[in-house]
């Protein structure tokens, strides 16, 4: 089988690794790491026509694509328009990730839980609602309803911190278009996790259920980041509450869609939280998770391969083995992430412990030689018989992965602590 992976991050590495080890893969952009194991071709994920010529050069079986915004753009629909098989929804059903007063309301019909809000673009509107939400005892998080690299949801303790957040995002426009219309949403308190599901057409396949580390400091303090690692399985959930996330998250949303006429062949990601016993959506992307991606896969046995083609064609997804082993993944850091950072110091990378695999994100090739090129630049991925063994040896990975500045968190496996409010991802 001949594979196309759209992106260049360490979830598209993770990826192509895992489909590498059953089908022969190419990858557009790729990075350092995925030119190891496959083809790689320097055409940008949002370059269309790029993407279109490079499809009738390689003929790819199906095209998995990677990140949401060429999902958003419409590449899917442009290649299946031309019959290409797409692992990746149209840019209809993409809205559920581009907007996020529209997901709120398809959340609404379809009957999944999620925390009580409402969205505006009159600022003063917003303003007042806040206030009720106050003076009801809650707090609120403020969400830019479009795509905002990330920066685009405050939590606000006060009545004022929300003010200030609607004014920026209403009235400045600090997030452009992005924050024309926002969704006001009382803050949930409780721990987070993420499934996946392939959805092919109205079949549904769970993925292992992974956690994220959002935050960029030991215990789930300082800034936001865009994840500083992650662990699968996740030690506090029960069976029964991943079967009522799936049951009352997953499905109902994807039933949902089809009876729109909405076409959804690919990953869904939810972003969940319980609060009191009950999984609520914080939100939906359209895409693997990242980092979940890089350990959610080295759990998976034989077939994945088989089942990305099955859901780009819309048929019955074959199994795919999940192992027993357990899954660690590390991000490793440039000095100064998530704020601002120096780029280009050379990389050394030693030997590599048993069970680790380590994943590049922000790498390039400067005349022949590894270097960072991003703010998080690796995940070093281990698995192991328990979360504390694999633990072990993601860090002892990480150990051996040497430049300027490089730092990561010291608690991903350890802490399971979730974050106490709503994710702060768009
Ligand atoms: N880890 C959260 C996300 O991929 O959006």
């Not at 790029?50 to 790819?60: D, F, K, N, T």
């Not at 090129?373 to 990975?397: I, L, M």
Request: proline letters at 5%.
């Amino acid at each position: 089988m001949r594979v196309l992976v759209v992106g260049g991050g360490g979830r598209e590495h993770a990826l192509a690794w895992k489909l590498s080890q059953e089908a022969e893969v190419f990858s557009a952009p790729g990075n350092p790491g995925i030119a190891q194991i496959a083809e790689t071709f320097p055409v940008r994920a949002d370059n269309e026509e790029g993407m279109v010529a490079l499809c009738e050069q390689i003929a790819p079986e199906v095209v998995l694509v990677g990140p949401e915004n060429p999902l958003l753009a419409g590449l899917g629909d442009r290649l299946r328009a031309r019959g290409v098989s797409v692992f990746g929804p149209s840019a209809a059903a993409a809205a559920l990730e581009g907007s996020k007063a529209w997901a709120k309301e398809q959340m609404l019909v379809a009957g999944v839980p999620t925390a009580h809000h409402q969205s505006f673009r009159d600022f003063d509107a917003a303003v007042a609602y806040a206030a009720s939400r106050f003076d009801g005892g809650r707090q609120v998080a403020v969400k830019a309803s479009g795509a905002a690299l990330g920066k685009g949801v405050v939590v606000a303790q006060t009545h004022e911190e929300a003010r200030d957040a609607l004014e920026a995002m209403l009235v400045d426009r600090e997030h452009g278009e992005a924050g024309a219309t926002v969704v006001v949403e009382d803050a949930l308190v409780g721990r987070e996790f993420s499934l996946l599901a392939l959805v092919s057409e109205t079949e549904v396949r769970c993925l292992p259920v992974a956690q994220d580390y959002k935050r960029a400091l030991d215990g789930d303090h300082g800034p936001n980041t865009g994840g500083m690692g992650s662990v699968s399985p996740v030690s506090w959930l029960t069976e029964d509450l991943v079967a009522r996330a799936e049951r009352e998250v997953i499905v109902p949303i994807v039933r949902h869609l089809a009876a729109q006429g909405l076409d959804y062949r690919g990953c869904l990601f939810a972003g969940l939280l319980v609060e009191d016993g009950t999984p609520y959506c914080l939100e939906y992307n359209v895409r693997f998770g990242d980092p979940e991606t890089q350990s959610i896969v080295r759990r998976l046995g034989p077939g994945f391969a088989q089942a990305i083609l099955d859901v780009a064609e819309g048929r019955p997804i074959g199994a795919i083995e999940v192992t027993r082993d357990a899954a660690v993944s590390v991000v490793v850091a440039s000095g100064g992430y998530p704020g601002t950072i120096e780029t280009g110091f050379p990389i050394d990378i030693g030997p590599m412990p048993e069970g680790v695999e380590i994943f590049h994100a922000g790498t390039a090739s400067l005349d022949g030689c590894l270097v960072t090129a991003g703010g998080r630049v690796f995940a070093v991925s281990a698995v192991g018989s328990t979360v504390a063994d694999a633990r072990e040896r993601a860090y002892a990975g990480g150990a051996q992965v040497g430049f300027a500045g490089a730092w990561c968190r010291r608690d991903i496996g350890a802490c399971t602590k979730g974050q106490s409010a709503s994710r702060q991802t768009d």
